[in-house]
């Protein structure tokens, strides 16, 4: 009797043993595992990307320098400052310089703006741009007009920030104030050069110049033409290494090296579209490539070029784009007439502060202007500052306070 006791005893162990142990593994299959989403939140999380996971089969960009975009953070815009006119936005290098009344501005050692020394010996009011590859070597194209008021009397300027000052640089007069010429924007391509685009009309063409423009000598040549078509969709980048790629709605991309013969760069394909695209926005980057703004027929889609070949991105939404704005660290910021977003390894929206703009009076919500230097600083320019209203500029790190442009003329600047 006492030996069939001691046997169930033992069993009875053994049972017990046998269970805890099915428990403990139980436990340990529903646990996540380190670095892995909670079983539960599996269905949310997709929910949630499916609007930003991007087709794998359009996706051939090398991300692996890019930071993941969760270690940075979900990115929010603030006001940084309001104006009655509008503002508009130019990078220099690291820096982002903005251009308003009174302007131009500069970002303070304390976060808040400040009158930028670009203000003193500008000559003329009426800029049409002002880049650089640095906040000390710049270019600035602005025009003045006769009192006839139309394009034949209008005479342009091109001058560069060097050594604390502006400084007028002659370049080929034939261009600067000729009748039927015009000036669609200036890009700088390192140090000590420039390259100005202008339209010359002719009577059954528009023929593009491409003039270069150096303190030493410049140079003109035509890089294109095109029979009634308007010049407002064209976009231009310069490279450090003297490229330039000029983006025309009616030529696609062309590449202008510094030396030899200009050529046109193939558009991709884009998914869904049978079509070639458009290209709506362009940017240069660097590492020497440069980032295209794309509109098909189904599809909005940005792309960066490499030599000849194209890494192409599919877009979430359906609107055109506005600005590009690549970053050296992988980050590409683009706008659409009311929206600002951010692709980095996927795409993310960036709500803009719409209450708090209305309350500063900015009754206009479209974008005018986009400037970024990484990830995580971006610059938008939103609103018009007409009719009463307010334009403003959103600012992806939050500002001591918002100011109001103009801000007072500090001594030894122009009014």
């Not at 936005?89 to 308003?100: E, K």
């Not at 890089?223 to 009634?228: A, D, I, N, P, W």
């Not at 991105?313 to 600002?340: E, H, M, R, Y």
Request: overall charge negative; proline content about 7%; glycine content about 10%.
């Amino acid at each position: 009797m006492l030996r069939w006791c001691r046997i169930k005893v033992l069993y009875f162990l053994v049972l017990v043993v046998g269970l805890s142990m099915a428990c403990r593994r139980r436990a340990n299959h529903d646990q996540p595992q380190e670095g892995a989403a909670p079983v539960g939140s599996e269905t949310a999380h997709a929910a949630v990307s499916a609007a930003s996971a991007v087709d794998a089969s359009v996706v051939s960009a090398d991300d692996a320098s890019a930071p993941p975009a969760g270690s940075l953070g979900e990115p929010h815009l603030f006001l940084a400052a309001t104006a009655k006119q509008p503002i508009a936005l130019s990078r220099l290098g690291p820096q982002v310089l903005v251009r308003g009344k009174g302007g131009p501005y500069s970002l303070g050692v304390d976060g808040a703006l400040v009158a930028s020394p670009m203000q003193r010996g500008l000559d003329n009011e009426d800029l049409i741009d002002i880049v650089g590859t640095n906040p000390d070597d710049a270019w600035a194209l602005s025009f003045s007009v006769s009192s006839g008021g139309d394009r034949n009397g209008t005479t342009y300027y091109v001058e560069r920030w060097q050594s604390g000052q502006w400084k007028n640089i002659p370049f080929d007069v034939e261009l600067t104030d000729t009748p039927g010429t015009w000036f669609e924007g200036i890009a700088a391509m390192g140090p000590g050069k420039a390259v100005a685009l202008s339209h010359r009309a002719e009577e059954k063409a528009l023929i593009d110049v491409l003039s270069t423009v150096d303190p030493k000598g410049g140079s003109s040549r035509d890089v294109g033409s095109s029979v009634g078509q308007a010049a407002q969709d064209m976009h231009m980048v310069g490279l450090a290494n003297g490229d330039v790629y000029i983006s025309s709605s009616w030529a696609g991309l062309v590449y202008v090296p510094v030396k030899g013969k200009e050529q046109t760069i193939a558009l991709p394909q884009l998914p869904g579209d049978s079509e070639s695209p458009e290209i709506r926005a362009l940017a240069g980057i660097a590492n020497a490539s440069v980032v295209a703004a794309f509109r098909g027929k189904k599809t909005v889609a940005v792309g960066t070029l490499h030599d000849t070949k194209w890494n192409v991105v599919k877009c979430p939404f359906a609107d055109d784009i506005s600005n590009v704005a690549p970053t050296a660290d992988g980050a590409i910021w683009v706008t659409t007439q009311t929206a600002l977003w951010r692709y980095l390894q996927r795409w993310e929206a960036v709500p803009l502060p719409r209450d708090i703009l209305r309350k500063a009076g900015v009754t206009s919500k479209r974008v005018h202007g986009l400037a970024a230097t990484s990830a995580d600083d971006a610059w938008l320019a939103v609103g018009d500052g007409v009719d009463g209203g307010q334009s403003g500029l959103l600012h992806t790190k939050p500002a001591a306070a918002v100011q109001h442009l103009p801000l007072p003329v500090p001594a030894g600047t122009r009014p």
